[in-house]
């Protein structure tokens, strides 16, 4: 059961310029996580933003959340050649110690 | 720094062949989690544990089944492999019972033929 939907599903972007990606889901959350993904590798958690909160940075990250509309965005800003990767959403509920994941947007940043 | 070691990158298999996929965490971490990704589908929860010996089915168990006799073990185990069980196999874990960060391996390409 698949909670969020990322948008785009593929960005290319020039390097310096900033990438926004949009996270939506379907039900009430306890917070939303994105993840990072390089190519054939793992995933690595990049920031969490608790359903309390509106926005939160880190470093070039910014991170939205409008719990009315149940979405998100991850603005990544002056991108670099190496910020090419998959980008996850994740949502946790309440009580659940699971997250669920979304189909991921692939950011391409051209030199 | 916190580590998820899972002990393949790459296996080749064959049909009806059984397949250990093992995975080992270094934080005693709580929650162990095993995930397939497939492009198109994103990651799909397969299994997860919450304690030594306890274990919850995902969103698609069906073919595999999960061992932890160990807190910082966690194994996947397809009893008889089939081809549509090629994917990438991922590996997590988290502190607590709280859907917090998730640390993931590195992944294990599996190739059924």
């Known amino acids: 059961s698949q909670q969020g939907e990322e948008d785009p599903q593929a960005l290319s972007i020039q390097e310096g310029e900033n990438a926004t990606m949009n996270c939506s889901y379907k039900?009430?959350?306890?917070?939303l996580q994105w993840y990072r993904q390089n190519s054939g590798r793992g995933l690595v958690h990049l920031i969490l933003i608790r359903s309390n909160e509106r926005e939160k940075h880190s470093g070039r990250l910014r991170v939205t959340l409008d719990t009315s509309k149940k979405s998100s965005s991850l603005l990544i800003t002056a991108s670099r050649a190496a910020d090419t990767a998959s980008y996850f959403c994740?949502?946790?509920?309440?009580?659940?110690?699971?997250?669920?994941f979304g189909q991921g947007t692939r950011l391409t940043i051209n030199p | 720094d916190v580590k998820v070691t899972q002990s393949s990158r790459y296996l080749v298999k064959r049909t009806g062949e059984k397949v250990f996929l093992e995975c080992v965490q270094d934080?005693?971490?709580?929650?162990m989690f095993w995930y397939r990704q497939d492009p198109g589908l994103g990651l799909r929860l397969i299994y997860f544990s919450y304690d030594v010996k306890m274990k919850e089915k995902g969103d698609i168990p069906e073919g595999y089944s999960v061992s932890r006799e160990k807190k910082e073990r966690f194994s996947l185990i397809l009893e008889s492999a089939s081809t549509n069980q090629t994917s990438m196999y991922l590996c997590?874990?988290?502190?607590?019972?709280?859907?917090?960060?998730?640390?993931f391996g590195e992944g294990s390409r599996l190739t059924v033929l």
């Open positions: 039900t009430s959350i306890n917070n």
């Open positions: 934080m005693d971490h709580e929650n």
């Open positions: 994740a949502t946790g509920r309440q009580g659940a110690q699971k997250l669920v």
């Open positions: 997590a874990s988290s502190l607590d019972r709280s859907a917090g960060e998730l640390f």
